[in-house]
């Protein structure tokens, strides 16, 4: 991607599809906090190289991520900052203020949306953030508009100076499909900054100012997407019938509409730059139609939008959206929108639409964490210790998987950075002891400050810091707590340990994860003392060890003794290379990581050998 030249045809992903629109518009810096979907971006830049091209950053947070690109972007370069989008609610302060003194470099932010919730804990449609902190904002609906959207982005933020939004979703991060390349430009011109406290410094009476510069900004914006190519109007003269998509929503439009030979039927009008709203275009589309239907995933932004437009200009059109089947969650499919196209035209499919294959027969696959998982091995030691004596405040990361029985590590959870803050807060209320759950990449991210709170307001917690020596959950991306020699000389390992008794924690110690002996003695001291006590459980994630550490597994665990210890360690351990042969326990040695953990809960049921 850094050498493809014009007219060149690639099968892209998505997110790499996004990464060539934002080399095509010369971006030079990149900071980002790793989130499924959007972890490609980062990752693709990061495996690209650059060449000298451009400079990337794993930030510790979206907040700090943002204010680094924002910082660049100040500085004169153009700027991306990616996240999920429960990232950029960390990120919001520096948002809004951004968009109020205004980037002359250029900033896009990506923020990778998640209908249906398939790596989240919600579906929250950040259309509403470009909505309330007034930026540009740009839905692809492809892979090649994935790229065309993102360098267009680029061109109106710095053409604007102000922050633009780029919105995607999960079928759009991971989709994959055919890009046409654009030449890459040799380098694009740093704008000099130039010192203006009156723009830059928001005291109130500059943010009073800025506000309305803002709104200009803005107005500048709408003229913009009124002419803007990514608005596509397909028309039929002869049809009253009209309908409005965005987003991927006008991907299943157009699968419905061709599958049932209803595309001579309707009057399409599909948004690309979805905000500010091409209200002109809108007005002018629903003067033609009797009745118009809006399709967009997630909340009803649009519909809204097109109705308050049809009143402002007392149009006679009646507009329809979400109903029974078409609802704010979860995702739409092309068999969903078919459905309610057939219903809105009051006509009958002529094809069965194609449903997702489903069966009965299929096997439930409950989320787990993987064989030889460190965090399995303090779990189980934790639960020897407090069983169901103490409340678990989880945090999130793989080990959010150990909710579900036999472990039970996770009794509540509010956000990322939380387990530390929550737990003291349910244990004040409460008068219950708390053990707390947290990753490394976690404890930097925002899991510092509620530890610096907990000791501030002498709470009593005991905190489990998992540390597996990367950031698993989404990828093995570099985080502080890293070994210097996998981090390399662009980035600096911190001590997690250190952190710790800096912020003032006395009761600290620091153990290896597989040693259960260890970790149990540890839990079992620090049980009975009062205020914040830290537990550091330290072992590489077991699939990072394999694939980037290079260290290889040499042993496996095979039962050698059946009975009643063989039972309680097969249901309180659950080990997925466990399985029961007839009603035998057994271990499948292609899953068998040889952490050797079954080997210290029941010596006389196991024994390791050479794989």
Request: hydrophobic residues 40%; charged residues 20%.
């Amino acid at each position: 991607m850094l050498h493809g030249a014009r007219n060149e045809r690639h099968l892209l992903l998505g997110n790499e599809a996004i990464v060539r629109g934002a080399l095509e518009a010369g971006v030079h810096t990149i900071a980002c906090y790793p989130g499924t979907p959007s972890s490609e971006v980062p990752d693709t830049f990061l495996r690209l190289g650059g060449e000298g091209r451009y400079r990337l950053e794993y930030s510790v947070n979206e907040k700090v991520a943002f204010e680094v690109a924002a910082g660049a972007a100040l500085g004169g370069v153009m700027s991306l900052v990616t996240m999920k989008h429960v990232g950029l609610n960390v990120a919001a302060d520096p948002l809004f203020t951004s968009a109020y003194i205004g980037l002359p470099g250029g900033l896009v932010a990506l923020t990778a949306d998640d209908p249906g919730c398939h790596s989240s804990q919600n579906e929250q449609d950040n259309r509403c953030y470009a909505r309330f902190a007034s930026l540009p904002c740009f839905e692809p609906a492809s892979a090649q508009e994935a790229k065309e959207m993102t360098r267009a982005a680029f061109l109106l933020a710095r053409d604007l100076q102000q922050p633009v939004m780029l919105r995607t979703t999960t079928r759009v991060n991971h989709l994959r499909g055919p890009v046409v390349f654009d030449n890459l430009p040799e380098s694009q011109a740093v704008i000099s900054f130039t010192r203006d406290p009156a723009r830059f410094v928001p005291v109130p009476a500059v943010a009073r100012n800025r506000h309305r510069a803002l709104v200009d900004s803005m107005n500048r914006a709408r003229d913009i997407a009124e002419t803007s190519s990514f608005l596509l109007e397909r028309a039929q003269p002869n049809s009253g019938v009209g309908i409005i998509a965005s987003g991927i929503a006008r991907n299943y439009l157009a699968d419905a509409l061709w599958a049932c030979c209803w595309t001579d039927c309707v009057r399409v009008l599909e948004l690309g730059m979805t905000w500010p709203l091409p209200e002109q275009r809108i007005r002018d589309f629903a003067k033609g139609c009797d009745r118009v239907l809006v399709l967009e995933e997630g909340m009803s932004l649009l519909e809204q939008n097109v109705r308050a437009i049809v009143q402002r200009h007392a149009l006679r059109v009646l507009v329809e959206g979400k109903n029974a089947e078409l609802t704010e969650q979860g995702e739409y499919s092309t068999a969903l929108v078919t459905q309610r196209l057939s219903a809105f035209l009051n006509r009958p499919c002529p094809t069965r639409p194609a449903r997702p294959a489903q069966s009965a027969s299929l096997p439930g696959r409950p989320p787990n964490l993987c064989p030889g998982c460190s965090h399995r091995a303090v779990y189980y030691a934790v639960r020897q210790v407090f069983g169901d004596e103490a409340a678990y405040s989880s945090d999130i990361g793989c080990y959010t998987l150990g909710l579900l029985p036999p472990l039970r590590m996770a009794d509540f959870l509010v956000c990322m950075g939380s387990s530390v803050s929550a737990g003291c807060g349910f244990a004040k209320a409460s008068g219950a002891p708390v053990v707390a759950f947290i990753g490394d990449s976690t404890f930097f991210h925002s899991g510092m400050t509620g530890l610096a709170n907990a000791v501030f307001n002498r709470h009593d917690l005991l905190l489990v810091i998992l540390d597996n020596g990367t950031t698993a959950m989404t990828g093995h991306q570099p985080n502080p707590g890293m070994a210097q020699s996998v981090l390399g000389k662009n980035s600096v390992h911190i001590d997690i340990e250190a952190i710790v008794r800096a912020l003032g924690v006395t009761e600290c110690a620091k153990v290896r994860a597989f040693a259960l002996k260890a970790v149990t003695r540890a839990l079992e001291k620090m049980k009975p003392l009062r205020g914040v006590r830290v537990l550091i459980a330290e072992e590489p994630c077991v699939l990072y060890a394999r694939r980037q550490l290079k260290k290889q597994r040499v042993t496996v665990a095979e039962v050698v003794q059946q009975g009643e210890e063989a039972q309680r360690c097969l249901k309180q351990l659950a080990c997925p290379a466990f399985y029961l042969n007839g009603d035998q326990l057994a271990v499948d040695s292609t899953l068998c990581s040889g952490c050797m953990v079954c080997l210290q809960i029941a010596p006389t049921v196991f024994k390791s050998r050479k794989c």
